[in-house]
């Protein structure tokens, strides 16, 4: 606090040295009035935020999906022959991803404790230049170490995101910006099998699937450049914004964290955080991510494979694992914003969930070409925008900084083990069909759909207590709500459903 003004805003690096050296121009902030917030300006505050933060990470999660996945397509173009490697040892370069980036989940929480435009830069680069030098291994053990370091830069990067972008965004806000960020899984998945269709399909000097990885790698490498230059640490300190827009970003963060000075870079808050371990949608949460995440992680690898067992040449297989993720891309923009309009982001996972069980199911038993091939656009328009739901959902109902920090660090390292299940399900000796993996990824969508309901049962019943707590004085949610506040405990906090 300085002479009644509001010095920590509620996101990461207000008032932090380094940033105020990276944005000197910033002055020193007014008193922050939250009931005196201009529609107009918030409004172009959020459209600058929306061009800035989440376009600059939308792209950084696009490129890092590519280098994740473009290992199903490289395989595809005559990688393993290449090596010398079997199908047993090509299932431990998917499976040696996840054991890293399980190990390193907890990094999520370092977009607190390390200005974002510095820590962004850093896991960029690591993973660009760990894809890019899987061009020039010459055996499956240069492969698999380039895999370990790839897996460890990402786990400090995506896991975090959605973290990241509710230190910039309320809660009303943050799914629609949750799912632009996360569509870029699909959309690079789309790319990836567009891209690696043109290079398989031309003549080129080098074998197609080294240029493959080269192509992919190397502009990760050059926007970790471009992330330590555009990336803002916080609206206090970002130089794209006048100072009204600043100003309100202040606002809107007293009225996101219930109070002033409770996200300082640097800190955090610990016992607030363990506080959370006690609450049920703690533990179910991640338990939905995990069971997502075994069909997340199964589908853009093996899709090519799947494809080419369908009787498509290689190069056409490549080419038509896109159309999918292009109808996945949208569904989790458009999802996204309709769970964040209605509140109901429970009934948007479960149906979500039910139909890509449904693509699952008829993967399973279906046998001719074309049935299958429309079966891929439900699974892949269910999986993906499940996914893109469930993390907005975590961060919507952990109600301080700290909690919220807590939530998605647990969200990852119960969810991320779901790919050492997934990465295990589709082995070559069962082609074409792979009828278990395929059985056992509706399962588990069929299940996700099961624990979004009972779920959603819970958080009725606690906003009941609420209410008859608070005895019917506020029975709006968030910035509705008497006094607008959007923390837990606050007069009005109600969990969204």
């Known amino acids: 606090m300085d ?124 993973w660009g230049l760990a894809s890019t030098l899987q061009a020039v291994a010459f055996n499956w053990q240069g492969l698999m170490a380039c895999r370990a370091f790839l897996a460890l830069a990402e786990a400090g990067f995506g896991p975090g995101v959605p973290y990241l972008l509710s230190f910039f965004y309320r809660r009303h806000e943050l799914g629609l910006r949750c799912g632009l960020f996360l569509s870029a899984a699909p959309l690079a998945t789309a790319f990836a099998g567009a891209l690696a269709y043109a290079i398989t399909s031309t003549a080129t000097p080098l074998p197609s699937w080294r240029l493959l990885f080269l192509a992919e790698g190397l502009p990760a490498v050059l926007l970790s450049l471009a992330a330590f230059y555009l990336l803002p640490d916080s609206p206090d300190t970002a130089s794209f914004l006048i100072p009204a827009e600043r100003h309100a970003a202040r606002a809107r963060a007293v009225l996101q964290a219930g109070r002033p000075g409770v996200a300082r870079l640097g800190s955090f808050a610990w016992p607030d955080a363990l506080a959370a371990l006690r609450a049920p949608h703690t533990w179910l949460q991640p338990l939905m991510f995990f069971s997502c995440n075994v069909s997340f992680s199964s589908l853009p690898v093996f899709l090519p494979s799947v494809l080419s067992h369908m009787g498509f040449s290689a190069a056409s297989a490549q080419g038509l694992t896109a159309p999918p993720y292009l109808l996945a891309f949208v569904v989790c923009i458009a999802t996204t914003y309709l769970a964040d309009r209605t509140r109901q982001r429970a009934a948007v996972i479960g149906v979500l969930s039910l139909v890509g069980a449904v693509g699952y199911i008829v993967l ?134």
């Open 364 to 497: 399973a038993t279906a046998e001719g070409v074309g049935t299958r091939y429309a079966a891929l656009f439900l699974t892949a328009a269910g999986v993906f925008p499940a996914i893109a739901n469930i993390l907005p959902w975590v961060l919507n109902n952990q109600g301080t900084d700290a909690k919220r920090g807590l939530g998605i660090a647990m969200l990852n390292v119960v969810g991320q083990c779901g790919p050492l299940l997934g990465t295990r399900m589709f082995p070559a000796r069962e082609a074409p069909y792979y009828r278990r993996g395929m059985v056992v990824c509706a399962g588990f969508m069929g299940f996700n759909a099961v624990l979004a309901g009972v779920l959603r049962v819970y958080f009725v019943r606690e906003n009941r207590m609420i209410e008859r707590g608070e005895g019917g004085r506020a029975a709006e949610v968030g910035e509705e709500a008497v006094g607008g506040s959007e923390m837990e405990g606050a007069l009005g906090y109600r969990f969204v459903l």
């Open 3 to 126: 002479d009644g003004g509001i010095a920590l805003t509620g996101v990461p690096g207000a008032a932090n040295s380094l940033d105020e050296g990276r944005d000197n121009a910033v002055p020193k902030p007014p008193p922050v009035d939250v009931d005196e917030i201009d529609p107009a300006i918030e409004k172009r505050l959020r459209r600058k935020l929306d061009r800035r933060v989440v376009g600059v990470l939308f792209l950084l999660y696009l490129v890092a999906f590519l280098d994740r996945s473009n290992i199903g397509n490289a395989q595809t173009a005559g990688m393993g022959k290449d090596l010398g490697f079997d199908d047993e040892q090509f299932q431990w370069l998917l499976t040696i991803f996840y054991i890293p980036y399980i190990l390193f989940e907890w990094l999520a929480i370092m977009w607190k404790l390390v200005p974002p435009h510095i820590w962004a830069s850093v896991t960029v680069l690591i």
